[in-house]
């Protein structure tokens, strides 16, 4: 029985200090700045999602971007609600990483769990065991959870990832000919303005996650929130892979303050929509028309 009541009292002393870890990451990313103590920057990725994908590894699959300067009360907080997710999916990775401003400005996680955050410049501390040079940069090597991690404070934003993906992106900083960008680019370049908060799904992840029967239809995924003044704006855009477009109906119309909508020759598609109820919107999706082509006699 004492036996029993000691595993329990390990089982809920691990559970409070992984509420600990998951607290102490949102802090960073929702509490205001201090004076920052800037660190040497050798390159600047940009500003905002639509530099940063520029960067990322060949074969990214997944990727949220998340902006923590919203000032909209209701968006901020879904944001903060989706951070808390994804840092309660990895909470270990943030302990050992510690920027000397409890702010973060942006980030962008993608393949699930490695991380672009943009913290202004300011010096970042992480635990690691190993430093090793790769192409002119310092790779500081630790270990979370049995995984390995590489933190690469020489650029805007920090790279924190797997040792494999930091080298891939310096790889891309000296020439993105095979980054994602090369293959997505043709659509993210379509996609205008900035947000609040993004997710993108594209190649076999997008193929898994957007079906018809269990065909896959699309091979690229976007979704993104921002403000239109006082409007929620929700943009959405998808290349088919079959015979798929959007479309506009009285439905559409009434469910959202504006709806706009182009399709491409290519395949993909945009709509943009408008609601002064967000909620609503999160579940609004443009609507998709196919064609469906037969040839010969049916009979039946």
């Known amino acids: 029985m004492a036996k029993a009541h000691e595993r329990k009292s390990v089982r809920l002393l691990a559970f409070v200090l992984a509420l600990i ?11 205001n700045p201090s004076k920052p103590e800037e660190r040497e920057i050798k390159f600047d990725m940009g500003k905002g999602w639509k530099d940063w994908i520029r960067f990322l590894p060949n074969g990214t699959g997944y990727i949220v971007y998340l902006n923590f300067s919203e000032k909209n009360e209701t968006l901020r907080k879904f944001i903060f609600n989706v951070t808390k997710e994804i840092v309660r999916e990895n909470p270990y990775v943030f302990v050992n990483f510690r920027p000397t401003i409890n702010y973060f400005n942006k980030m962008l996680v993608f393949n699930y769990d490695n991380y672009l955050i943009d913290l202004n410049r300011s010096k970042v501390y992480f635990v690691y065991k190993q430093k090793t ?4 940069y310092t790779l500081k090597i630790g270990i979370s959870a049995n ?14 990832a797997n040792p494999k993906y930091a080298e ?20 993210t370049s379509r996609i ?3 947000f609040s908060y993004a997710f ?6 997008a193929k898994r996650s957007l079906t018809d029967n269990g065909t896959p239809i699309a091979d690229f995924y976007f979704e993104g929130y921002r403000m239109n003044g006082s409007v929620y ?12 477009f959007f479309v506009k109906t009285n439905k559409t119309a009434n469910e959202t303050a ?11 598609s945009v709509a943009v929509m408008g609601s002064d109820n967000f909620t609503n919107l999160t579940r609004l999706m443009p609507e998709i028309r196919t064609v469906i082509i037969k040839f010969g006699n049916e009979t039946g």
């Open 21 to 31: 870890m998951v607290a102490s990451a949102l802090v960073y990313a929702f509490r």
């Open 168 to 187: 891939e992106i310096i790889d891309d900083i000296y020439n993105n000919s095979t980054s994602f960008d090369k293959y997505y680019g043709n659509y």
């Open 147 to 160: 995984r390995y991690y590489a933190l690469v404070d020489e650029t805007h934003p920090v790279i924190l």
């Open 258 to 268: 504006y709806y706009y909508y182009k399709n491409y020759d290519d395949g993909f």
């Open 192 to 194: 205008n303005g900035t």
């Open 200 to 205: 993108i799904l594209a190649g076999d992840v």
């Open 133 to 136: 040079e790769y192409k002119n």
């Open 233 to 244: 704006e929700k943009v959405v855009g998808i290349h088919f892979l079959k015979y798929y």
